[in-house]
């Protein structure tokens, strides 16, 4: 089995003592092709210093903030599916896409195509891990392994509120990247971070040396530098979203901007 390329990806970074940038896309939003268009353009304005992650648009939203819920329920409300989702990621890299891609996706619909079935259209579309963020704890180690014998990293989420033996479980079940929620409840953008980041990372690593990317609140490239200084990456969605919601005209284009701009925070 070829290296995958998130563990690629941090290994060099964490060689280079650089820390990484993930853009979150929703795919279908706003459209399919410029999906595509959006994870080609991330790609660049990173310059080789991140991973993207995609969300794969779901009904019932499980804490996203009400800008990425709006952008699911566009995607939906177009004819966004989980085939045509996968379809954005196997488009982007035939048109050179090399960074590592996860896909944020509900356990629900790993459920109804069956973990190897999914799994295997993940790998077949170029996908490179999975964002689990509503998989039961008890369920986990049965849904992990199947995705990791097929090829695909995981990653689950740990909250602040998330109990100290609760999180040391949940470690165990992340192989690519920890995702940890620098506030607890839904996505979207803050004005200031909470205080408690640095501490509760570095609690975290007392269970794993596995790289731990922070997500939720993050909207510049401030608060990027802020995250980074003790994380390895930064996960930046609903400010992303807002901006190409904001601008209808040109989505791409203002989406490759403001990426540029929150990879200045990178230290």
């Known amino acids: 089995m070829s290296t995958n390329r998130i563990d690629t990806m941090f290994a060099q970074a964490r060689t280079d003592h ?7 896309l929703t795919a279908g939003y706003p459209s399919l092709d410029a999906t595509v268009e959006l994870l080609i353009a991330a790609e660049r304005a990173m310059d080789g210093r ?17 800008t990425i819920q ?5 995607a939906l409300s177009a004819g966004t ?3 045509k989702a996968l379809a954005c990621v196997r488009q982007a890299r035939t048109k050179g896409v090399k960074l ?7 356990f629900s619909i790993i459920f109804k195509r069956g973990s190897e079935n999914f799994a295997k259209a993940c790998v077949a579309n170029g996908l490179d891990g999975l964002v689990l963020p509503d998989i039961p704890l008890e369920e986990a180690p049965a ?6 014998q097929q090829g695909l990293k995981t990653a689950l989420l740990v909250a602040p509120s998330t109990p100290t033996a609760r999180r040391e479980l949940i470690v165990k079940h992340c192989t690519g990247f920890i995702y940890y929620l620098s506030v607890a409840g839904i996505t979207g953008e803050r004005k200031e971070l909470p205080p408690d980041i640095a501490a509760n990372i570095l609690s975290i690593k007392k269970f794993s040396d596995l790289p731990i990317c922070v997500g939720f609140g993050i909207g510049n490239a401030t608060q990027v530098k802020q995250v980074t200084a003790v994380a ?3 996960i930046v969605g609903s400010a992303i979203i807002r901006r190409l919601t904001e601008n209808p005209a040109n989505p791409v284009q203002s989406a490759e ?7 200045t925070g990178l230290v």
């Open 100 to 106: 590592p891609i996860v896909a944020m996706v509900s």
């Open 232 to 234: 390895d990456g930064a």
């Open 50 to 66: 991140g991973m993207i992650e995609l969300g794969i648009p779901f009904s019932d939203p499980i804490a996203d903030g009400p």
């Open 81 to 83: 599916t989980v085939d």
């Open 70 to 74: 709006e952008s699911y329920t566009k």
């Open 257 to 263: 901007t403001f990426i540029r701009q929150l990879a």
């Open 143 to 148: 849904i992990t392994q199947v995705m990791n």
């Open 18 to 24: 650089k820390k990484l940038l993930c853009p979150f």
